[in-house]
Nanobody, 124 residues
Framework: QVQLIESGGGLVQAGGSLRLSCVASGRAFITLTMGWFRQAPGKEREFVAMVTRGGFGQYYADAVKGRFTISRDNAKNTVFLQMDSLKPEDTAVYYC?????????????????WGQGTRVTVSS
């Protein structure tokens, strides 16, 4: 069973930056495709970014492209989400997710493992 633990959320002013981290355990990290999702109050959980197993491929939602960067350190079993130029509309609980296959997927049902989430609040 894969366990995912996120950290790094908090309160930041618009235009600021935060870096989220997610540590995975229970499986060889290199076998997992990793992603980040977020859920704002009253809204459905939505895709933010994903990174391939080797870390060489990244894919982003249009809303965060150019502002967020996903990366992974396979030696430390950790995936990161660097969030720059934050906007109030980025306010949400951010979830780390993992799946077994390498195929590009952006829907929640494709990811079998989830963290508990970390809250990000961007003030205007």
């Amino acid at each position: 069973q894969v366990q995912l633990i996120e950290s790094g959320g908090g309160l930041v002013q618009a235009g600021g930056s935060l870096r989220l981290s997610c540590v995975a355990s229970g499986r060889a990290f290199i076998t997992l495709t990793m992603g980040w999702f977020r859920q704002a109050p009253g809204k459905e959980r939505e895709f933010v970014a994903m990174v391939t197993r080797g870390g060489f491929g990244q894919y982003y939602a249009d809303a965060v492209k150019g502002r967020f960067t996903i990366s992974r350190d396979n030696a430390k079993n950790t995936v990161f989400l660097q969030m720059d130029s934050l906007k109030p509309e980025d306010t949400a609980v951010y979830y780390c997710a993992a799946k077994d296959d390498p195929v590009l997927r952006t829907t929640t049902r494709e990811y079998g493992y989830w963290g508990q989430g970390t809250r990000v609040t961007v003030s205007s």
